[in-house]
Nanobody, 123 residues
Framework: VQLVESGGGLVQAGGSLRLSCVAS????????MAWFRQAPGKERVFVAA????????YYADSVKGRFTASRDNAKNTVYLQMNSLKPEDTAVYYC?????????????????WGQGTLVTVSS
């Protein structure tokens, strides 16, 4: 399975961006998908996750109410709509996929990773 993120860029505080992650390869094996982020000099941390059907989502407290995860299985794509962006949201955002159906928030729970897309929020 290969994951390719897009949609990152430079935005002013208070603005919005939508990230996309397209999966290819043995996509039928994928269940839960997630977004993580890694700020410069910091560890990679969980942002959001969504189950295969999209019926369940889970968010980090830091983004709850501002970010929304969704997916279109017909397009093998997962999205992260980011609103009311803050400078502290600046990071490389990674898409991840796991074979299991449960939502987990730790990096080792995910089997596949994208290369990341940079989001920079200016103040």
């Amino acid at each position: 399975v290969q994951l390719v993120e897009s949609g990152g860029g430079l935005v002013q505080a208070g603005g919005s961006l939508r990230l996309s992650c397209v999966a290819s390869g043995r996509t039928f094996s994928i269940s839960t998908m997630a977004w993580f982020r890694q700020a410069p000099g910091k560890e990679r941390v969980f942002v959001a996750a969504i189950t295969f059907t999209g019926s369940s989502t889970y968010y980090a407290d830091s983004v709850k109410g501002r970010f929304t995860a969704s997916r279109d299985n017909a397009k093998n794509t997962v999205y992260l709509q980011m609103n009311s962006l803050k400078p502290e949201d600046t990071a490389v955002y990674y898409c991840a996929a796991r074979l299991g159906s449960r939502i987990v928030s730790f990096t080792t729970g995910y089997d596949y990773w994208g290369q990341g897309t940079l989001v920079t929020v200016s103040s």
